[in-house]
Structures are given as C-alpha cells and as structure tokens.
C-alpha cells in the first residue's frame, strides 16, 4: 500500500512601509494638457523631459528656476536628459502655438 503526502504551504505576505524623507523624494510634475512630463531622480542630480503625447508639439521643463530650461525636441515618446545637475523643483511644459501648457512648480 502507498500513502501519498500532499504539504501546503501557506505564504503571508509581508507589508513593509518605509517613510520617505523629501532629501530621496523625486521631484516630478505632467503640463496640464498631458503632453509633458518632467522628473528627477533620487540623487537628484540628472533632470528628465519625456515628451509624453503624439501631438506635434515639443516638450520641455525648467528645473529650479526658468533660466534652467531643457527641451525634447525628439518626438513622441523619447525622453532627453541632463546630467550632472541639482534638482529641487520641476516643472513640465509642452510648446503650444500663442500660449504654452505648464504645469506649477514640484
């Protein structure tokens, strides 16, 4: 005679919550109509401009001030970066004939 052994394992999953400090949060921010969207990264030192929809118009963002300014010319999609900055705030915008969509500062 055989016995089968037949074992079941139950898995708990374990939910761990880490608090973020603002000095590891990434900065980012979407232009309003959707066509621009800006980030950093945790170290904050590299800026990223993702030109997000296929409409034609360009892509671009300030980081810190508006005499920091990086624009994605490349089309729908692509995502052009800055290296060897220092991020404390974004902000997203998307070239608009007469009037340009811009999100607050983040």
Not at 47 to 70: E, I, M, P, Q
Not at 81 to 91: G, L
Not at 99 to 105: K, P, Y
Request: aromatic residues 10%; negative net charge; contains cysteine.
């Amino acid at each position: 005679m055989t016995t089968a052994v037949r074992c079941l394992a139950v898995v708990t999953p374990v939910l761990s919550v880490t608090a973020v400090t603002p000095a590891l949060a990434i900065h980012e921010a979407y232009s309003p109509d959707g066509g621009s969207h800006v980030w950093d990264n945790q170290t904050h030192d590299h800026f990223s401009v993702n030109d997000s929809k296929c409409d034609s118009h360009s892509a671009y963002g300030y980081w810190n001030s508006t005499d920091n300014r990086l624009e994605n010319y490349s089309g729908c999609g692509t995502t052009v970066k800055k290296y060897n900055v220092y991020v404390t705030a974004v902000k997203a915008c998307t070239n608009k004939p007469g009037w340009d969509s811009c999100s607050d500062w983040t």
